[in-house]
């Protein structure tokens, strides 16, 4: 976590762009009316979709996210016929966090609503409502609203009765064509309802954030972690037993093959050059070929996961030794005879391909592990990027000993401390593998693979693996040595202790460290654990009130009852003990559902980016709150403000980083003081 960070502030120049708001809009949807007959027409919603988010499709039922659905201020002269129906495209998976199937659609939506003309003169006005979200935030409910009107014949009347300067299609009083919800904000707008006698809570402060240094930084934080989860996989395969040996055979083939040191050299790096471009194309092909958000699809559809799980299970006894898996040693002599009877560039490429095959028994699961675990984030450029990172680490050794040949001599043999790499490797392989069972358990509703069951197979293992680095656990490939060196007893040490740290979860212990593997906590039968932390209240303006007068600073928690990152934070975050104390005791702690349904005693009417707009429910008080006074609309979304409405820090979103977020608290407090 220390490297990420360290990795993110040398990188800030170039990636992190400040902004003043953090606005989002990555879905855009249109209203048309379509005439079918003289008494039948059709209100279709079509909306494009940015890549990585998906916006929820119909009746999802109770306790999941935002459904999308339809909703009438006004009707005369018409009546609905059906339901709100979906359009093809689709997506059904089961959501671990909510624990029930979910449908969305990626890249572009459509729903209809079929309307029956009783006949004259006919008003339609409502909203459609849906719900968006991406893998770290979800948008507010948001409306789409409509007005039509216009006059229709009678079913049972003649067509000759129509009078022939009749429109036959309505004019639209307003069509909205984009994600009104998405769109900045608006300098003049005006608040809704603030309590008498009050201070102005609602004023907008969005500069006063940009002051302390608002930035997004969601996306580079995510390329940096990409980058290093590559190079750490680029290592691991460099230490095992299908890599390691071959680092000095290959650079003494170059310094041979020529006496002129410094060509030998040059095509050391060309080889290693060559290992890059192999490896940073294949993320690209795996990307041009699946596309990002079929990827994404991909990596938590049950049956991919359920392969998957076979595949590192299989991996994992062949570094156990029950089997060695090798490609056909045709296909490596082939590639190694063409790099012979070739020369230049072409048979130094031939080389690095040569040793992609070679390696793949080792390289494979890694590599493959790598790809479903960036493939999440619906980035186009993730695969490639996860893939130069592996690439780096694995080609940078033969670049080095290459320039440096007396290198050769200090380096480690290989023997058995490869083999136990291996087997590590292969306790490691199992011990993932069961995650992706756990999506398909899920998925299936086998409820094989409940959360005590998952920590009790972890435990297992990673106590298992302590042992074998003990020496008390032998595999058929072990040498009969006893001796334990200091390495592989403190690496023991750490084994056992995260098998003991794993235990406390058997009864409902939150286990932040895992809580990323792990299945969610609803699925844990017994639990023991109650120390969550509950917001004082659920009302902006009475929240503010009541810190004013005991003369608090206030916490804000714009959530939703469909935010899956939000209950993450909750769980991984706000159960620390340190967080928990001062949201407790330092905080007026204030949540706000943005996705609240309560209807508001009347509709209020607001203008905002020079529109007019009607907020209906609860929520959309509280989303239009967040948007027109933090100049934000995705959650979670934390804010502190002193008991008067204005920032003390800059605001938070997700992150699990307990540190950040403790230090991110305590600095609103240290301003709350000044």
């Known amino acids: 976590?220390?490297?990420?960070?360290?990795?993110?502030?040398?990188?800030?120049?170039?990636?992190?762009?400040?902004?003043?708001?953090?606005?989002?809009?990555?879905?855009?949807?249109?209203?048309?009316?379509?005439?079918?007959?003289?008494?039948?027409?059709?209100?279709?919603?079509?909306?494009?979709?940015?890549?990585?988010?998906?916006?929820?499709?119909?009746?999802?039922?109770?306790?999941?996210?935002?459904?999308?659905?339809?909703?009438?201020?006004?009707?005369?002269?018409?009546?609905?016929?059906?339901?709100l129906t979906p359009g093809a495209g689709e997506i059904d998976k089961m959501d671990p966090i909510f624990g029930m199937q979910v449908r969305y659609f990626e890249k572009s939506a459509k729903f209809t609503q079929k309307v029956k003309l009783t006949g004259g003169d006919y008003v339609i006005k409502g909203y459609l409502e849906y719900g968006a979200c991406n893998d770290e935030?979800?948008?507010?409910?948001?409306?789409v609203d409509f007005s039509y009107n216009g006059k229709a014949q009678a079913a049972a009347q003649a067509p000759s009765a129509q009078p022939s300067d009749q429109p036959k299609t309505p004019a639209p009083v307003s069509e909205v064509k984009e994600d009104t919800a998405t769109m900045a904000v608006d300098s003049t707008a005006?608040?809704?309802?603030?309590?008498?006698?009050?201070?102005?809570?609602?004023?907008?402060v969005i500069k006063e954030l940009s002051e302390f240094g608002e930035t997004q930084q969601q996306d580079t934080h995510s390329w940096v972690y990409i980058f290093f989860a590559g190079v750490v996989g680029g290592l691991l395969a460099l230490f095992t037993p299908c890599v390691w040996p071959i680092i000095p055979m290959t650079v003494s083939f170059f310094l041979k093959r020529t006496k002129d040191k410094k060509k030998g050299i040059r095509d050391a790096w060309t080889y290693g050059a060559s290992i890059v471009v192999i490896y940073v194309a294949?993320?690209?092909?795996?990307?041009?070929?699946?596309?990002?958000?079929?990827?994404?699809?991909?990596?938590?559809?049950?049956?991919?996961?359920?392969?998957?799980?076979?595949?590192?299970?299989?991996?994992?006894?062949?570094f156990f030794g029950a089997f060695e898996i090798t490609l056909p040693s045709k296909w490596s002599n082939a590639v190694d005879s063409k790099a012979e009877a070739t020369t230049g560039l072409l048979s130094i490429f031939l080389m690095a391909f040569t040793l992609s095959l070679v390696s793949f028994s080792c390289t494979g699961p890694i590599i493959g592990f790598l790809l479903v675990e960036v493939s999440t984030t619906g980035s186009i450029i993730a695969p490639a990027l996860g893939m130069l990172g592996f690439a780096i680490a694995l080609a940078l050794p033969f670049t080095l000993f290459a320039m440096f040949p007396s290198w050769l001599k200090s380096m480690p043999k290989s023997g058995g401390w490869m083999n136990v790499i291996k087997v590590v490797l292969g306790f490691l392989e199992l011990a993932f593998a069961l995650k992706f069972l756990s999506v398909a358990d899920l998925a299936y509703g086998w409820r094989l693979l409940d959360r005590e069951t998952f920590l009790a197979l972890w435990i297992v293992i990673f106590g298992l693996?302590?042992?074998?680095?003990?020496?008390?656990?032998?595999?058929?490939?072990?040498?009969?040595?006893?001796?334990?060196?200091?390495?592989?007893?403190?690496?023991?040490?750490?084994?056992?202790?995260?098998?003991?740290?794993?235990?406390?979860?058997?009864?409902?212990a939150p286990l932040k460290a895992v809580s990323a593997f792990a299945p969610p906590m609803q699925t844990q039968d017994f639990n023991l654990y109650d120390d969550e932390v509950h917001a004082k209240f659920q009302d902006f303006d009475a929240g503010m009130e009541y810190a004013r007068q005991q003369g608090k600073p206030v916490m804000i928690d714009f959530t939703g009852y469909g935010c899956v990152n939000c209950r993450k934070m909750e769980l991984a975050v706000w159960t620390d003990p340190q967080v928990s104390k001062m949201l407790k005791d330092d905080y007026v702690l204030i949540t706000l559902y943005v996705d609240e349904k309560a209807k508001l005693p009347e509709p209020i009417k607001i203008m905002e980016n020079g529109k007019e707009r009607t907020l209906r429910t609860v929520g959309d008080k509280w989303s239009y709150l967040q948007r027109s006074k933090f100049g934000a609309n995705a959650q979670p979304f934390y804010v502190l403000i002193d008991n008067e409405g204005n920032p003390l820090n800059k605001s938070y979103s997700y992150d699990e980083d307990v540190a950040k977020y403790i230090d991110f608290l305590q600095t609103g407090l240290k301003n709350y003081k000044k």
């Open 282 to 318: 294949l993320g690209l092909a795996i990307t041009l070929i699946f596309g990002a958000s079929a990827l994404n699809a991909l990596s938590t559809n049950a049956i991919f996961n359920i392969f998957f799980f076979l595949m590192l299970v299989v991996f994992a006894a062949s």
């Open 465 to 508: 693996l302590g042992f074998y680095l003990l020496g008390k656990i032998k595999f058929p490939h072990d040498d009969d040595s006893t001796k334990v060196g200091v390495g592989r007893f403190f690496l023991a040490l750490i084994s056992l202790a995260f098998a003991v740290y794993m235990v406390p979860g058997l009864w409902g």
């Open 1 to 83: 976590m220390k490297t990420r960070v360290i990795l993110c502030w040398l990188l800030m120049a170039l990636f992190c762009l400040p902004m003043f708001a953090q606005m989002q809009d990555p879905v855009q949807f249109k209203a048309e009316w379509k005439e079918i007959s003289a008494t039948e027409a059709e209100i279709v919603f079509t909306g494009t979709i940015d890549a990585g988010w998906h916006v929820y499709s119909t009746e999802l039922g109770d306790g999941g996210p935002t459904s999308a659905t339809f909703n009438i201020d006004e009707i005369k002269g018409a009546e609905l016929v059906g339901k």
């Open 190 to 204: 005006s608040a809704p309802v603030q309590l008498k006698g009050t201070n102005d809570y609602w004023k907008p």
């Open 137 to 143: 935030n979800c948008l507010p409910p948001t409306a």
